[in-house]
């Protein structure tokens, strides 16, 4: 009884706190979109409940103003609600998981249907979680080492490849000859076309 009123009354404070950031929106359609926002998680589905077209966020977004920022800042926290809102279900797929049906014979001459219920869990749900809960344990790593004969260093050469054509033609005298290095030391003249 006690952890249910606790519970109620953080709901409370929450949602006030809520409405005081909201209440700060003079626009009503604004502050239904918002809500609508924050508890569905996706803009066109919060722009139809709030009876707006789904482009009038993005103006919105794009406005100049005191009004505007508070927009923008109240859309920043929709996202975050609406975005709490998922971890919580991915949560609870990855770690109670999800009761689904399984299909089989229902005897001899009854046909098919529903047999019993398997509980099924989501790994790459608790994958991805884990690796935001604690990337520095959990994140990927790989590294890739590459070098030359007998471990020492890669040796380079890098080859001139554009050469414009009217210096293959044109003006022949001024370029070095064929397979000659090039004036960085590294580089190889390749041979004309």
């Known amino acids: 009884m006690a952890k249910r009123k606790a519970t109620k009354m ?27 926002f924050a508890k569905l998680g996706t803009v066109g ?32 926290d ?19 998981g999800v009761e689904k049906p399984v299909f089989g014979s229902l005897g001899q001459g009854m046909g098919s249907g529903e047999i019993g219920r398997v509980q099924e869990y989501s790994d790459t749900l608790l994958i991805f979680l884990l690796k935001g809960a604690r990337p ?27 050469v414009i054509r009217d210096d293959w033609y044109g003006n022949q005298d001024r370029l070095p000859p064929p397979g000659a290095a090039a004036p960085d030391g590294n580089s190889v003249v390749p041979s004309p076309p």
Do not use: N
């Open 10 to 36: 953080r709901k409370k404070k929450e949602s006030r706190k809520e409405l005081t950031q909201l209440a700060k929106l003079r626009h009503p359609k604004k502050r239904a979109f918002l809500s609508a």
């Open 45 to 76: 589905r919060a722009a139809k409940l709030a009876k707006i077209e789904r482009h009038t966020h993005s103006i919105w977004m794009k406005e100049e103003g005191e009004q505007a920022d508070l927009y923008r800042q109240a859309f920043a």
């Open 78 to 96: 929709a996202m975050d609600e609406a975005c709490d809102i998922m971890e919580m279900e991915a949560r609870r797929r990855a770690v109670h």
């Open 136 to 162: 520095e344990k959990f994140r990927e790593r790989s590294s890739t080492e590459i070098s030359g004969p007998g471990g020492k260093p890669l040796e380079t050469t890098t080859v001139i490849q554009t």
